[in-house]
């Protein structure tokens, strides 16, 4: 960690995590921090689903929930930035309070519940945005109290597939009661089947990802895999938090409900990584989230099997120089391993993690 970064934390810690949150916002929309220059290689480049990314390293959604500073992530060094959950309508989400920083362990229990502006407010800023460049995707979910859930996706995918570099389907938060039910076989048919529809009808036809549980058992990853296969959809993005507990030293705090993320989240998400890959096979794109904290952790992702990767937490931890630090330690990987592309170390890991146990 820079000094800043260290200072920063103190200075975010000293408050609650939501506070904090907000605070960091509305820093990156004003132009603030200065981070290091993140270091930009042809090395990195990812070509994938028909776009273009500068380095295989993105802001995961959660942190961007309303669209507000997707260029300020950008310019700390991500190669894309992925704002949401956004539903169709505005909602405060789940009382507080409901984000719990495990300092220990370096992790995070949330039990947000999808808070956001909705539509509305998110459309407007990515239209005042339009034309700046620069990979945007979209997380779209449904409103808690929807009667028709699926309808609620289909319209996050007609409002936003001309403004979203790619979207992402977001059924697997722990946070909204029901909503991971929507990854069973039957119900995740319709669904996919729905989404591609509403984009075939839309004015711009972008990549379509969806974001699963790591809680996940081998016969309902066989059947995920089976639907995205069979729909026509681009991608998945592994993983979600988690519901789980492993060993944690935050024991205070570890009975808290709400997803974990964090360093504690890698095993689990980068094993069900490669087996998803093994299942779709090497044509599907895979994004690899969970436990995302250091150059390592990030190369590892992409060993097992990951396209790209993504992160959030580990920057609540690390502070904003974290996105540089990273892309600067996977260059010097890569040179040390006399590798011309990023893409190389793509399934070196694959057997070792698809072998692991869940």
Not at 50 to 57: A, E, H, Q, R, W
Not at 135 to 153: C, E, H, L, T
Request: hydrophobic share 45%; charged share 20%.
């Amino acid at each position: 960690m820079t000094v800043l970064d260290t200072i920063g934390r103190k200075l975010l810690f000293s408050l609650d995590p939501e506070t904090a949150h907000g605070l960091s916002i509305a820093a990156l929309r004003c132009g603030l921090p200065a981070g290091p220059r993140p270091p930009r290689d042809a090395r990195l480049h990812v070509r994938l689903c028909g776009l273009d990314f500068p380095n295989p390293l993105g802001m995961a959604a959660g942190y961007d929930k309303n669209a507000e500073v997707p260029d300020g992530l950008l310019g700390l060094g991500f190669g894309f930035a992925e704002v949401g959950t956004v539903t169709p309508l505005a909602q405060p989400g789940n009382p507080r309070p409901r984000i719990f920083r495990l300092v220990e362990d370096d992790a995070v229990i949330n039990r947000l519940g999808f808070n956001n502006e909705g539509h509305e407010a998110a459309e407007r800023r990515l239209l005042a945005r339009k034309g700046r460049g620069g990979i945007v995707g979209v997380n779209i979910g449904a409103n808690k109290d929807s009667a028709d859930r699926i309808a609620d996706y289909e319209r996050g995918v007609t409002r936003f597939a001309p403004l979203a570099s790619y979207l992402t389907a977001n059924i697997s938060s722990p946070n909204t009661p029901g909503l991971r039910n929507m990854q069973a076989r039957e119900q995740l048919a319709e669904l996919l089947s729905q989404l591609v529809a509403a984009r075939a009808a839309a004015s711009a036809r972008p990549p379509i990802f969806l974001k699963i549980a790591p809680d996940l058992v081998e016969a309902e990853l066989e059947d995920i895999a089976a639907e995205v296969l069979a729909s026509g959809i681009d991608g998945v993005i592994v993983s979600n938090t988690t519901i789980s507990r492993p060993p944690l030293k935050s024991a205070a705090l570890a009975g808290e409900t709400g997803g974990l993320s964090g360093r504690v989240l890698f095993e689990r998400s980068t094993t069900v990584l490669a087996k998803m890959r093994k299942l779709l096979g090497p044509g599907i794109a895979i994004v690899g989230v969970g436990g995302v904290d250091s150059a390592e952790a990030a190369l590892e992702k992409i060993r097992a099997g990951a396209d790209l990767v993504q992160l959030y937490t580990g920057m609540i931890f690390a502070g904003p120089s974290l996105p540089a630090r990273i892309l600067g330690g996977m260059v010097e990987a890569l040179q040390a391993g006399a590798h011309a592309s990023v893409r190389e170390l793509r399934d070196s890991s694959l057997e070792e993690w698809a072998a692991k146990p869940l």
